[in-house]
């Protein structure tokens, strides 16, 4: 059964790779995705390559290096989508979200310990819902590699630090 499901999900990336639009297709910017609310309506296809995603500090002050690229919506104050880069070695305090979100990891080992359970490790193809609200648990990222992820909410995105206290409390 995994390797018909490898096969199966090989298959559509093969697929999926070789789609490419028509000469007279339009791609829309990735610039203009960001910032147009109808675009992200479904109605027509967006395509935004590697290169031309924008980065951005998310809070140099206390993330040194965690950059976000929003893909769509307002990672600020409303529903997004976007890649998340974690520098290799990052390490968060005990912390929660308000909203919840889907993740999927491209690249490096993404660590999360949830408060008082085993710590989860996960590299790339693996996929996260992360609960909202009091779900409290540190983030990581192994010290080979940077961890690049997607991810999605229906909600911005903040983080709450919480004091450190045992399971329970």
């Known amino acids: 059964m ?8 090989a ?9 490419q639009p028509d000469d007279d297709a339009q791609i829309t910017p990735a610039t203009e995705v960001t910032s147009d ?8 296809p967006i395509f935004i390559s590697a ?3 924008e980065w951005f500090d998310l809070d140099p002050e206390n993330a040194p290096g965690v950059q976000l690229a929003t893909l769509w919506g307002d990672p600020a104050g409303g529903a997004f989508g976007a890649f998340m880069l974690l520098p290799a070695g990052f390490d968060s305090p005990l912390h929660t979200h308000t909203h919840p979100m889907k993740v999927v990891f491209v690249s ?5 310990e949830p408060d008082g359970k085993p710590i989860v490790h996960l590299g790339p193809g693996s996929f996260m819902m992360q609960a ?3 779900y409290r648990h540190r983030t990581s990222c192994d010290t080979d590699s940077d961890c690049v992820f997607f991810v999605e909410s229906a909600g911005g995105f903040d983080m709450f630090v919480v004091e450190d206290s045992p399971s329970g409390e």
Not at 108 to 112: A, R
């Open 51 to 53: 290169t031309e995603l």
């Open 2 to 9: 995994k390797a018909t499901m490898m096969l199966a999900m």
């Open 37 to 44: 609310p109808d675009i992200t309506s479904g109605t027509q």
């Open 11 to 19: 298959s559509v990336f093969v697929v999926a790779g070789c789609a």
């Open 132 to 134: 909202g609200g009091d």
């Open 108 to 112: 490096g080992t993404y660590i999360q």
